[in-house]
């Protein structure tokens, strides 16, 4: 039993039946009481993400999903549930209607539970991936050491910018290297001649 099922059980919207399961204003009485009980009737738990909707985290993740014809996304918002520990960063899932505004939506949220990160479609992301190994015990309280003093240039596999992949399997993508090198060697002379008033 999904969102979407109930959707269809009762009539109403996904935006509707989110708000309704997670308590919040601009749904009518007769639409919850019968989202409620078309929920509970099918057995549908009010999981992670409708307990998490409730509670301000620093350490939450949000999702936006916008409609119910994204299915791909769906399948993703379901894997990420899925490997993601609630404990330490709880996924907030937002389910809204294809007529929403989903950045004015995605601010409100943003305001109200003030989550680690966003998740939406199309959004651009910043994201680097690492090949880190630890010499030292490794966790939630200390990661921010080991970003800072164990983490360097040598163990990024990956980069994304803006929602760009620009280095790849340790290899930049679409850029010229031999020309971004030739320029700052160029850049470098011309600094060294300044500093030391000569011509190199």
């Known amino acids: 039993m999904t969102i979407k099922d109930i959707s269809a059980l009762t009539g109403y919207s996904v935006g509707t039946i989110s708000r309704a399961l997670n308590n919040q204003p601009n749904v009518s009485e007769k639409a919850k009481t019968t989202i409620l009980r078309v929920a509970a ?17 620093g350490n939450s993740i949000l999702v936006v ?10 399948s993703l918002v379901e894997m990420l549930q899925s490997h993601t520990d609630a404990g330490k960063y709880p996924l ?12 004015l939506r995605a601010l409100r949220l943003c305001v109200e539970k003030k989550p680690l990160g966003i998740l939406k479609a199309g959004a651009a ?11 030292t015990p490794f966790s939630d309280e200390n990661i921010d050491g080991h970003i800072l003093f164990g983490m360097m240039g040598k163990n ?19 850029i010229d290297e031999e020309a971004i090198n030739a320029w700052t060697l160029e850049q ?13």
């Open 41 to 57: 009737e099918n057995g549908f738990q009010l999981n992670a993400n409708a307990k998490q909707l409730k509670q301000q985290h």
């Open 65 to 74: 999903v916008k409609g119910t014809s994204n299915e791909l996304f769906s």
């Open 92 to 103: 907030i899932v937002d389910y809204m209607d294809e007529g929403e505004n989903e950045v």
């Open 125 to 135: 992301a910043d994201v680097i991936v690492m090949d880190y190994k630890p010499f």
């Open 156 to 174: 990024c596999r990956t980069t994304v910018i803006n929602g760009r992949v620009l280095y790849k399997d340790r290899e930049f993508v679409d």
């Open 188 to 200: 470098s002379k011309k600094l060294w001649g300044e500093l030391n008033h000569r011509q190199y």
